[in-house]
Every structure is written in C-alpha cells, then in structure tokens.
C-alpha cells in the first residue's frame, strides 16, 4: 500500500466543472478529506469504502485547523493509502494547498497535484463577464480580500488605480471599506459585480457601479462565498445593459 496524497482543484462549483483526471483521482480514492467550497456531489465519484470526511473551514462555524488537516492527511495517508484533497477552485489560488503538499513531502507521502478550474475567471464568465477583452482590459489582478493581518492587501491599493479588471476572493466583509477605497482614487463610477455561489443553481448576482454596491449588496440579500468584479469588463454583461436599461427608464 502506497501512502499517497492527490491534491485535487474541485472547480468554482458546478458539478460538471471538474477536471477528468480529478474525478479519476477520486474513483481510486480511500479517502477523501473535501473543503465547503467542494460540491458534495463529487463525493458520488468516490468508492463505497472510501471514507469522506468534511473538514472545511467557515467563519464562524470552525471546523479543523489548516495543522489539524496537515496532520489528518499523514496519518491517514499511512493508514489506508491514497488521500483525495477536494478543495474548491483550484487549490494554488488562496486554497493554501501548496502547504499541504508541502507537509506531505515533508513526511514521506507521495504527492500529486491536479489543478482545478478557479472561481475568479470562471466565475465571471458565468455572468458573461470576460476578465480580459481587447480594447478594454489588458491584464487582471486576483487577490484576496481577508490577508492575515485582517487588513486590506497593499496591492488591492494598486490595483484600484489601474485599468486592469480586479477580482476580489474572500472579500464580502470588507466590500464597504473596497468600495471607499475605490471612491478614494475617484473610479466611484467603475462598473461591478458582486457574485455568489457561482456556477450553482443557487448563484446569486448583481450588477452595477462601485458608488452604489454595498446597498446593492445589502438589499439583494447576497452572502458568502461571494466574489467582487471590478473593472470597465462588467459592462460588457448583459446583466450589467439590463440593470442600465432599467434605471434611464426609471430616470425618465
């Protein structure tokens, strides 16, 4: 029996977007540790004798600690062979999955990594947001808005003076203090997108300008796991034509 760890990117949430070699991962799986952004219907793809075990981490409903998980996948690995890590998006982008294949390696277990398809682009698309277009958008900045620190990223600074289309992860919290922020280098204007479980049959979104986005926020009901879009890119939305449509005809 081979102790084995496959880190797998289980996609932004639809069940159909899930790479084939990670659900081939996942029918040789004795056991799989899956996160709360993984569809749990991935699980299907598992072995009946597979044992499945949530250990994902929510604010305020904590679960394991990120050393509990290191320590989980090594014993486990050694005890009944291959360990599948679902983890939503792809686990190299804020999934912290490069620390676990780490502590893995660092204990003698075999390591594969199977790259997912990441929210922050797929995300958008499933509005019908581009995060480039020629044009319009030359680049885009992923980043997240929870640093250790509790304290806005330094690059979200940066990245809300340039033209490129900025992508918020882990955010929804400080959405009001984003938006100032953006207010602050004078882009109240930019149109954006605030987006929740994306690619579900649940997702909730909604369109607009950054002046107005926390009240839009607030009287959509919109929660976590939510990501934000900002960038000239949202206009290209057919939500984003709609929700403008609709407030010149309210205007006049």
Excluded at 118 to 137: N, Q
Excluded at 216 to 231: D, F, H, N, Q
Aim: hydrophobic letters at 45%; a negative charge; aromatic letters at 6%.
């Amino acid at each position: 029996m081979e102790a084995k760890l496959t880190l797998v990117g289980a996609g932004p949430g639809d069940s159909e977007l899930i790479t084939l070699k990670g659900m081939r991962a996942l029918q040789s799986a004795d056991v799989v540790l899956y996160d709360e952004l993984a569809n749990a219907t991935f699980l299907e793809f598992a072995p009946a004798h597979a044992l499945k075990m949530y250990v994902g981490k929510k604010v305020g409903n904590p679960s394991f600690s990120q050393d509990e998980i290191n320590g989980l996948i090594v014993r486990l690995a050694r005890k009944r062979g291959h360990v599948v890590r679902l983890k939503g998006g792809d686990p190299f982008v804020f999934g912290r999955g490069h620390e676990e294949i780490e502590y893995a390696q660092d204990h003698d277990i075999v390591c594969e990594i199977v790259p997912g398809i990441s929210s922050s682009i797929a995300v958008p698309a499933s509005l019908g947001v581009p995060v480039t277009r020629r044009g319009v958008s030359e680049s885009f900045w992923v980043i997240t808005g929870t640093t250790q620190s509790g304290e806005l990223s330094d690059d979200l600074r940066l990245a809300a003076q340039s033209k490129a289309t900025v992508i918020v992860l882990m955010g929804l919290n400080k959405l009001e203090e984003i938006c100032a922020l953006y207010k602050h280098f004078g882009r109240g204007h930019l149109p954006m997108a605030v987006i929740q479980n994306g690619t579900r049959p649940d997702e909730k979104s909604v369109v607009g300008q950054v002046w107005e986005m926390p009240r839009l926020v607030r009287e959509s009901g919109i929660g976590t796991p939510a990501i934000m879009v900002m960038g000239e890119v949202v206009a290209l939305s057919p939500a984003y034509a709609l929700e403008y449509l609709q407030n010149m005809q309210m205007a006049f």
